[in-house]
Nanobody
């Protein structure tokens, strides 16, 4: 079992920055693909970024809408994945969810979500 707990959300002005964290329990963190998803008001949940479990920091993938502004990273020693969000826009407003996919079974785990609001 894996439990995911997100933190770091909040209210920020357009152009500002936030850093989300997702702490994972369990012993399989180093064998997971970690990701961040978001669900805006009236929208479907969408992929924001993923990072594999590679020893050199992992391979990353980003939605086109966040490329160049968001950076996903992970610290396997701390069982934590991060999402650094810069140059935030009002359209980034959403509940952000942490996701873990265990590579050997493809079983997925979700956090409870953290609200990010970008508004002046």
């Amino acid at each position: 079992q894996v439990q995911l707990v997100e933190s770091g959300g909040g209210l920020v002005q357009p152009g500002g920055s936030l850093r989300l964290s997702c702490a994972a329990s369990g012993s399989i963190f180093s064998s997971t693909v970690m990701g961040w998803y978001r669900q805006g008001p009236g929208k479907q949940r969408e992929l924001v970024a993923t990072i594999t479990s590679g020893g050199s920091g992992g391979n990353t993938n980003y939605a086109d809408s966040v490329k160049g502004r968001f950076t996903i990273s992970r610290d396997n020693a701390k069982n934590t994945v991060y999402l650094q969000m810069n140059s935030l826009k009002p359209e980034d407003t959403a509940v952000y969810y942490c996701n873990a996919r265990y590579v050997y079974t493809n079983r997925q785990y979700w956090g409870q979500g953290t609200q990010v609001t970008v508004s002046s």
